[in-house]
């Protein structure tokens, strides 16, 4: 078996695992619980496999270009988290070991209903980015001890504050008591773009050839809908978006019948929304930025440049940095820090791919 | 009466910067107004943002919009006199409410630990209580020895028929947030100190060259002290691969004529010498530049000799009477998928090959392609072998040099942020107090725990303790009240 067929399995696992979830907060039977749970656990054991697979095999794939190498080398250069693909495999990984170790911490199945969609979000993500899964080459660039270091822990964080965004959206609408409200609206909002652009990127998907297809975050970004050369196009589209979020605003509050009849508290969602935040802001900030400037002294000599992605992960730091000094020393608490850790996630989407979007850098994937 | 207003005067300044309030109004400032420079090219040609801002103004309007945007500050806003200034504010902030709250810290890691009654202890956020079957020296020597266990080290206060221990642990980790607040500072004084004290400049340095001087403009020479000189440069591809795979520059430094280092950079892997260090950055071609061709010539079985030849010029390969002329050259040679014809497929130097026309006695001539990337492609029959080593002297390595004499502050805040950090969120302050009363064949034990984070940790910690103490006083579980 190889390790892509292996990634599929686990794709489909988690898709699956996320039917589950949704079906258990609905019916609310132990065992559909246990189901989800377990189809976590066997996509996740799939997932470490293949990871380990693809690791394995581009150790021989650098041994080949490199024989000289020694086995600590080629094992750091092997490091599956080179491109695109690889490292949101790896998010997806991240996110699922810390969901996993949430829920059995805490012994609430219910936090999977709002995790799993934003794995299977990365996974349909992966096909309509039209990243490649091919193992690439090393650009000198990243020919460095750092790289395995930085991604890592960076993208453990990443998925930490994934969780706290999960956490978080979950308890507003939880503690939302009429639609007029404005961290409501806020929620419509920011849960509709979610879903838009994903929809807006599987228009985009279906509507390139596969040779296009394979520049599709670069260069038809979201072209065949909203940024559309067609005026109509666009305006449809604007139209159509509108009356999603406007639905999603009617609908959602919902949620928050389906929420209550679990056993789910909005004092257990604020206290996972903290949790992953304490968990991945130390993280982020020792792998993402303190690392990220040390390699980048070490490669280029100077540490600090104020390129897009460093400035995008110094805004992602300051508004975590927020979050924690609004909660422990102002005392902020419930709807206001939730909305905090909604735009910290929003700041890390924009320093993961947002920013490739705009220009290629020396973060770009090695697109170019 | 003068006196007394400057007090207040002071003491509002000092509580307008010792206040979270601040902190959170800069926080905000400073993440929203740093987007703005990830949108404006920062140090761009004027041009390129015009034509971008035309695209959100509309054409008329965006050389206006430029102007504007320019006089703030937002073409080079990392460096404008504001943003500076929200840094110094934010500082400022960071030592003065670091200042003001680290004496009520100290106090609390200082005050001593003291024993609490039953009472005090059953409105402790974490508390159990438990009987024993058992004697109370029994049960605080199991106790005592389950919190050694756990690497507490206890105090206790005995009265008639009460035993009380009490211990605390991990209350320097209230210190973390502090060494956190410090560590942003030292990376704050070590960039400053870079600033004033160090330089980034670059030098484009064509094979075979030397300096004496980099640049931090084209108009700006820095003296290096020494003399750095390029012996050559290379690019590595991936097999059958137009990916590189490294590039490298062999540098020499000399000084007063004596060369003192010879170093291969490599990008991650650059040189030092005396505080200046030589990155590999970037490389190119000269424009309009001639070139040696290196040649590794070696009969059948014999040894290896290298020569150095212009286009036109022959060379013999020893003792074979066979004689080569170099007659062409190519960048990036390739051979045409549909037509089958040789071609050069790039200006830069990504598959160079020389053409060499063969002659021997009795034999037609004959001219073959021998490629730098493909060794093979230099075996003659006969077992004679011409390796193309390198076109030498065309290309040239762009180096960047700096000198910061504020890095190594950098890498220590950096560390000291990482352990703060690590401590600050992970480590806690945790109290526990046991109070024993009974006498010697019945117990009753009140556990009380606090602290100021991991709850959840702390409670299963106390839990453990509890099972190691009475599985060693029963042999079981205690009976729970």
Known sequence: MTSSVLFDISAGAYIAAMITYVIYLVVRNRTTGIVATSITIFGFVCQTAALAMRWVHSYYFWMASNPTSGFVEATLRGAPLRNLYESLIFFVWSLMLIHLIFEFKYKNRSLGAFVTPLAALALLFIDISGATKEIQPLIPALQSNWLLFHVFLSFIGYAAFGVSFGAATAYIVMVTESKTEKTYIFWSIITGIFILVLVGMGIDFLSLSSAERAELFQNHFLKSTIRSSS??????????????????WHLGIRLKKVLEGLNLTPAMLDEIAYKSIAVGFPLFTIGGLLMGAIWANSAWGKYWTWDPKETWSLITWFVYALYLHARFVAGWRGKRVAILSVVGFIAVIFTYLGVNLVLSGLHAYGSG | MEDKEKKDIFESIWKFFASVRLAIVVLIVLAGSSIIGTIVEQKAEPAKNITLLAKF????????????????GFMDMYGSWWFTTFLAVFSVN???????????TWRVIKKPQKPL??????????????TFRTGLDTAKEQF???LKASRYRVNESSEENTVRLYTQKGRYARLAVYVVHLSILLIFAGAIIGVRYGFKGYLNLPEGRSSSVAYISPTEPIELGFVVKCNWYDTQYYVDSDTPREFQS?????????????KTIEVNDPLKYKGITFFQSSYGMMPDTVGYFVLDIAPAGGPEKRVWLRLGDSFEIPGTGITGMINDFSTALTRDRDTGKLNTYSKNMVNPAVAIEFAEPGRDTYTG???KRYPDTGFLPGGHSVKFADYWGVEYTGLQVTKDPGVWLIYLASTLMGVGLYICFFISHKKIWINITGNKKSVRVAIGGSTNRNRINFEKEIDKIISRASE????GQPSKK
């Open chain 2, 94 to 104: 960071l030592i003065v409410c670091s200042i003001d709250r680290f004496p009520k």
């Open chain 1, 231 to 248: 005026g109509g196009v666009v305006a449809v589209s604007s139209i159509v978006s509108v009356a999603f979020i406007f639905l999603l």
């Open chain 2, 144 to 146: 005592l020895k389950s």
């Open chain 2, 57 to 72: 103004f509309g054409d008329s309007a965006a050389p206006t919009v430029y102007n504007i945007f320019a006089k703030l």
């Open chain 2, 117 to 130: 009654s039953d009472s005090a202890i059953k409105s402790m956020p974490i508390r159990k209580d438990l």
């Open chain 2, 472 to 475: 060693s006083i029963e042999g």
């Open chain 2, 250 to 262: 062999e540098l020499s430094i000399f000084e007063n004529g004596k060369e003192v280092l010879k």
């Open chain 2, 369 to 371: 392609w021998i490629l």
